[in-house]
């Protein structure tokens, strides 16, 4: 069974870092693309980033853009999210997913998804 585990997840103070990770079983993520979404109480889920399937292409949220940096070692099956300059309004539930084919900012391209971890910025 396929399945996306994220963590790193936490509470930090506005201005601070955290680093997400992705891991995955049953998958390879080296033959998937993946994306960061978060979800905030009461708001749709939101892309933040993602990866292609080298790492050679990433896209970034404008809201994150330079804060936020997407990598991946396919040798670990990992992929992570570097964030920086962490804000009140990044806090929310990020979850990882993985997409085997055509990818992107809408969710519905996705094939897997994790459970999620919740990061909760303080101000």
């Known amino acids: 069974q396929v399945q996306l585990v994220e963590s790193g997840g936490g509470l930090v103070e506005a201005g601070g870092s955290l680093r997400l990770s992705c891991s995955a079983a049953?998958?390879?993520?080296?033959?998937?693309?993946v994306g960061w979404f978060r979800q905030a109480p009461g708001k749709k889920r939101e892309f933040v980033a993602d990866i292609s399937k080298s790492g050679a292409r990433t896209d970034v949220a404008d809201s994150a853009k330079g804060r936020f940096t997407i990598s991946r070692d396919n040798a670990r099956n990992t992929v992570a999210l570097q964030m920086d300059s962490l804000k009140p309004e990044d806090t929310a539930i990020y979850y990882c997913?993985?997409?085997?084919?055509?990818?992107?900012?809408?969710?519905?391209?996705?094939?897997?998804w994790g459970q999620g971890t919740q990061v909760t910025v303080s101000s």
């Open positions: 997913a993985a997409a085997r084919g055509v990818w992107g900012r809408d969710p519905r391209a996705y094939d897997y």
């Open positions: 049953a998958i390879t993520l080296s033959t998937h693309a």
